[in-house]
């Protein structure tokens, strides 16, 4: 069975574009939850989707927002970037929503978006 | 405030030898607690998940430990392995009023030298 993937793997935009990055669950997988990485703040929660709804936001400004398609792939956008949102952005696939106690959450291998 | 810390931040140790990280939450209430290995360029895979009534649980060579009751945890790595240098990301899981949270520590990177 496939992996997560995310495309692309990398991507330098410059302050105030915009950008999307797409991810595909693992086949069968209903939610996908994206995570900002950080070397000072570690992995941060965005936002989670399930059945092409979101279910569970973080402390993330507007600029960040997603959606998830019906085949459960879903799409990230930064808009109007900042240099502080220079980051790896990993996707996360489960077979049930997260708030299941013993979900397990599979990554894939994350965009590196550098921002000049 | 919820917070996962761990120690040390990073550590070089040589091949064939053990060793210990650990993970210091406060976070509540605890619904899990997770350990993610995450090589360089890829995502974080799933090592051990341990809930409030587990003490220890073995991966192979990874064995975690949990006292809920000090909020400790901790991974031991036993005769370590090149391939075991890595970032090892604790992660606890807190689950109140119909909503969840992951709180992420911010690793410990790990390197084996031959």
């Known amino acids: 069975k496939a ?9 330098i935009k410059t302050r105030g574009q915009q950008v999307t990055l797409s991810c595909s669950p693992i086949s069968g997988h209903r939610s996908v939850s994206w995570y900002q990485q950080t070397p000072g703040q570690g ?17 993330f400004p507007g600029r960040f927002s997603g959606r998830q398609f019906s085949n459960s792939r879903s799409e990230m956008n ?11 952005y990993l996707c996360a696939s489960s077979l049930e929503l997260a708030r299941e106690r013993n979900n397990e959450q599979f990554f894939g291998p994350g965009t590196r978006l550098t921002v000049l | 405030k919820n917070q996962v810390e761990q120690s040390p931040q990073s550590l070089i140790i040589l091949e064939g030898k053990n060793c210990t990280l650990q ?7 605890f619904s899990n607690l997770r350990w993610y290995k995450q090589d360089t360029g890829r995502g974080p895979v799933s090592l051990t998940i341990m809930t409030f009534s587990e003490n220890t649980k073995s991966n192979g060579r990874y064995t975690a430990t949990l006292d809920a009751d000090t909020k400790q945890s901790s991974l031991h790595i036993t005769a370590s392995q090149l391939s075991d240098s890595a970032s090892y990301i604790c992660v606890v899981r ?17 390197k084996v030298l031959a």
């Open chain 2, 23 to 29: 993970c210091n939450y406060t976070v509540s209430p």
């Open chain 1, 43 to 59: 992995l941060q929660f965005l936002f989670e989707y399930f059945s092409e709804t979101q279910r569970n936001k973080g402390n």
């Open chain 1, 3 to 11: 992996g997560v993937t995310q495309t692309p793997r990398y991507l």
């Open chain 1, 78 to 88: 930064v808009s109007t970037l900042e240099l502080g949102d220079s980051a790896l």
């Open chain 2, 94 to 110: 807190t689950f109140n009023s119909g909503t969840y949270k992951y709180i992420f520590g911010t690793g410990t990177r790990l």
